[in-house]
């Protein structure tokens, strides 16, 4: 939800300062008691840092009690955020040392220890590169799938090399016990990284899928149908999976799509926009192509009998059309109010499909079109503050919010929906943009 990236972000700047500060008060160390504890900090902030980035390996894993009960979104900011926190706080542990005590430049010079110096030196580069091709891996035009490789493996070097470091550094780690700990922090950030690169894909080997038919959709769009060769993968309407389309589990081509076919349908769809190099190939897929999927994953999920109120845009109606289609084959008689954003009339994905439904639930349908014909008599323009004000019930209280679509669209929705007297608790937001 915005209001919690907004307070995420505020203590990112937080933290950046905290950590930052210490430089400034380190250059007053002239005095031994006071170089000294800044020495003492600095080893601090690199413990710290280490310690959050081998945790951030528990919570990309992909584990159903994990992954299953909170959001990909929520996990995935929570990632981010605490990575540009941990990097900081990595990053402050050499520049506290050296501006306390110029000496420690040795740990950097090959003739002093060359192992040491040149592992000091790849963490230094690795922690740059994760962190600036995370950010800014679209302008460095790098793919999804080689991304994903780098990181992974940036991301354990440094974990690696930092927890061998530390062993190092015997003045904190005499204790055997300390070391042993610290051995077993890297086998299970090891064995984590292993475990979804190699043991799971092997063991998702014998759950292949089998493409039944590829359907165009409007805007550009299409929905592939699945067959499991096995046994089917059950899931709750509004959750996601990672899809490999391939011979093989192993391939790097592994994306997440949310499952848009009813949660009671014998085969699985999903729908995707021809946005990228593996969306692209989604119209050239032929009947009996292998496709494995990993899941379900996600809380983006309605719960029993509350109502619900959708606010989407484009290609993010997905997730909300399983729901649909889910209560239409449970005939679900609860209110439903569905606000859809498009840029025009003709490129409404599910248009006619909304338009059964809107007839066989008790679903209100309101189209929102950016570029509307002459004729137009709906909502026009972009979601706004004001023009959800129109359609949220003044009962409430016994709704669900979920938000789904383009970032411009999510922000200005999720704190609308605040400004208007709708509670945190209620908003559920699924965010596509993941890197």
Excluded at 329 to 358: H, P
Aim: charged residues 15%; glycine residues 6%.
């Amino acid at each position: 939800m915005h209001y919690t990236y907004r307070n995420g972000f505020l203590w990112l700047f937080i933290y950046a300062g905290l950590s930052l500060l210490p430089l400034l008060l380190a250059l007053t160390g002239s005095i031994p008691q006071v170089r000294q504890f800044w020495i003492e900090l600095g080893v601090a902030f690199g413990f710290i840092g280490l310690g959050m980035m081998a945790v951030q390996f528990i919570f990309t894993g992909r584990f159903q009690k994990i992954a299953a009960v909170y959001s990909g979104d929520n996990v995935m900011q929570f990632h981010k955020q605490i990575g540009i926190i941990s990097f900081l706080f990595v990053l402050a542990h050499p520049i506290t040392l050296l501006l306390a005590d110029f000496s420690y430049i040795s740990y950097f010079d090959p003739r002093v220890n060359f192992m040491r110096a040149i592992s000091l030196s790849i963490v230094t580069i690795s922690l740059f590169a994760i962190v600036g091709s995370s950010l800014w891996r679209q302008a460095m035009n790098l793919s999804y799938e080689n991304w994903r490789l780098i990181h992974g493996f940036l991301a354990l070097a440094i974990v690696f090399i930092g927890l061998v470091h530390a062993i190092q550094v015997s003045h904190y780690m005499d204790p055997l016990w300390k070391k042993i700990i610290l051995a077993m922090i890297i086998c299970i950030c090891m064995y984590l990284v292993v475990h979804t690169r190699i043991i799971r894909p092997y063991q998702n080997r014998k759950h292949a899928y089998k493409i039944v038919h590829v359907i165009e959709e409007r805007n550009d769009c299409y929905t592939i149908a699945l067959e499991a060769t096995g046994k089917k993968m059950n899931y709750v309407p509004g959750q996601y999976c990672w899809v490999t389309i391939n011979n093989t589990p192993f391939d790097l081509q592994q994306h997440p799509f949310s499952l848009c076919s009813s949660a009671l349908d014998p085969q699985i769809q999903l729908t995707a926009k021809v946005l990228g190099d593996f969306t692209a190939t989604w119209q050239d897929l032929k009947p009996g192509d292998t496709a494995y999927l990993e899941g379900p994953f996600g809380a983006f999920t309605p719960s029993a009998s509350a109502n619900l109120f959708f606010i989407m845009g484009g290609i993010g109606i997905t997730p909300a059309m399983s729901m649909l289609r889910t209560l239409r084959d449970q005939k679900d008689e609860r209110e439903i109010v569905l606000i859809y954003a498009n840029s025009d009339w003709e490129n409404i994905t599910f248009r006619e499909e909304l338009d059964e439904l809107s007839e066989t639930l008790n679903l209100r349908l309101i189209h929102v079109l950016e570029e509307p014909e002459d004729d137009w008599d709906g909502e026009e323009g972009f979601i706004s503050q004001e023009l959800l004000a129109r359609y949220i019930p003044k009962e409430h209280d016994n709704y669900m919010f979920f938000i789904c679509g383009p970032t411009p669209l999510m922000d200005i929705t999720e704190i609308s929906l605040h400004n208007l007297g709708i509670n945190w608790k209620q908003i559920y937001s699924e965010r596509f943009e993941m890197v």
